[in-house]
């Protein structure tokens, strides 16, 4: 809290300030308010009363009157105003320093109080660690992008065997590719391969065909010899019934029909499975041609994703390595130029740039700007050779305290 309302007695209120109100003779009357954005505060039993543009003492006085008829002797009242990040006074840093940005001022700040809230200069010197991080990002580059050119190689050839090419589709330039060469070996063998399989089918089903055939014939002369012998069961049958012949011819007659239908039937029973297995294979090297197809195309999409992995690994490890390189640019940097500070404030309307020293006083609002200048620059400005940057009138000169030159070696 910030003191009481005789403390406070020349701030003027104003909305989003929170204040603290007691009332002694009231516990229940213990508050925590804030005045709102139209500038009007709420209180029990005081109701609605303007709280912006009065000092602590002033609402202390109308709270006390508007609660005092409520009360049978003095109210015992007293507000506490409570801390508020927006009106606490603020200066800026920025340039070369850890952690620009925004920080609470206090008084006698100097500039390099400022440098210090701020996280010190800027410092990013690649060390032992970092440089043998570079010789690993820079490995690991490398082997990616070998990785990633013998997956575009592996690309096209599936691509090539998908679409049922007998050769990868190279250009000129990957004339002298020797990842495609390899590819296309192993391509030339997979199509080797298949054209076994294939071969294989053929004769299967040409030692299928043939087989079918010889049954064929084999029923057709089933079936003669069957009509022959049922011929010969009629002419039988006609000589029994004259008595030219014994009823045992007939038996014997039916005995040789039953023999050669059970043969007809065993022909026929062989011939189906014959052909079943000829439709069998043909569903089989149908199906194999199928399942290639479809490993191919797993491949070809399991080729394209590790392909953008990899590219986005190669650039992943490229930015990696960028700021590697801008730290030891900036480390190095540190060694050949030195540090430069001056105080960008706003006075009388105006606002200026004022060189400044480490030692310079720095007012509530003052923007502090670190930077890198050239040693030659530096000379030059000591020198008068490159005039600074002229001080904004009325803005105070002697809290800048610029006569003094505006660099600093870095150590």
């Known amino acids: 809290m910030m003191g009481s309302a005789s403390g406070q007695s020349t701030y003027r209120l104003q909305p989003g300030d929170s204040i603290a109100i007691w009332v002694s003779e009231q516990e229940g009357l213990r508050r925590q308010v804030t005045i709102g954005p139209d500038g009007w505060?709420?209180?029990?039993?005081?109701?609605?009363?303007?709280?912006e543009g009065l000092s602590l003492e002033e609402l202390e006085a109308a709270l006390s009157e508007r609660l005092r008829v409520y009360f049978k002797n003095s109210v015992n009242l007293t507000i506490m105003l409570q801390p508020n990040p927006m009106h606490l006074q603020?200066?800026?840093?920025?340039?070369?320093?850890?952690?620009?940005g925004a920080f609470p001022y206090r008084a006698g700040m100097t500039v390099l109080h400022a440098i210090s809230v701020a996280g010190g200069r800027y410092r990013a010197v690649v060390s032992a660690t970092d440089q043998d991080r570079v010789v690993t990002v820079r490995r690991a580059i490398e082997v990616a992008q070998e990785r990633e050119r013998m997956t575009a190689a592996r690309i096209k050839r599936l691509e090539a065997e998908i679409k049922g090419e007998t050769s990868i589709n190279m250009t000129q330039e990957d004339g002298s590719d020797s990842l495609l060469a390899q590819e296309q070996v192993l391509m030339d063998a997979r199509r080797q391969a298949l054209a076994t399989q294939e071969d294989a089918r053929r004769q299967?089903?040409?030692?299928?065909?043939?087989?079918?055939?010889?049954?064929?014939?084999?029923v057709q002369a089933v079936e003669r010899q069957i009509g022959l012998a049922r011929q010969r069961y009629d002419t039988t049958a006609r000589l029994i019934a004259k008595g030219g012949a014994e009823a045992s011819r007939l038996i014997e007659r039916e005995s040789e029909i039953a023999e050669l239908e059970g043969r007809l039937s065993q022909l026929k029973t062989e011939m189906a499975a014959s052909d079943r297995a000829v439709v069998a294979e043909e569903a089989r090297f149908k199906t194999l041609m199928e399942e290639r197809k479809t490993q191919l195309l797993v491949e070809l999409q399991e080729a394209r994703r590790l392909q953008e992995e990899t590219r986005a690994g190669i650039a992943n490890s490229e930015g990696i390595l960028a700021i590697y390189g801008q730290n030891a640019n900036a480390g190095s940097r540190g060694q050949?130029?030195?540090?430069?500070?001056?105080?960008?404030?706003?006075?009388?309307?105006?606002?200026?740039e004022i060189e400044a020293t480490e030692t310079s006083l720095v007012q509530p609002g003052d923007l502090v700007r670190v930077h890198y200048m050239s040693v030659g620059e530096a000379v030059a400005r000591q020198t008068g050779a490159i005039p600074g940057p002229e001080l904004p009138e009325g803005a105070g000169a002697g809290s800048a305290r610029s006569e003094a030159t505006a660099t600093t070696q870095v150590q």
């Open 204 to 218: 299967a089903g040409q030692l299928y065909g043939q087989g079918s055939a010889a049954l064929r014939e084999q």
């Open 41 to 51: 505060l709420s209180f029990p039993l005081a109701g609605h009363l303007k709280g």
């Open 90 to 100: 603020t200066i800026y840093v920025a340039g070369d320093v850890m952690t620009p």
């Open 336 to 352: 050949t130029q030195e540090l430069a500070y001056s105080i960008i404030r706003s006075a009388g309307g105006t606002t200026g």
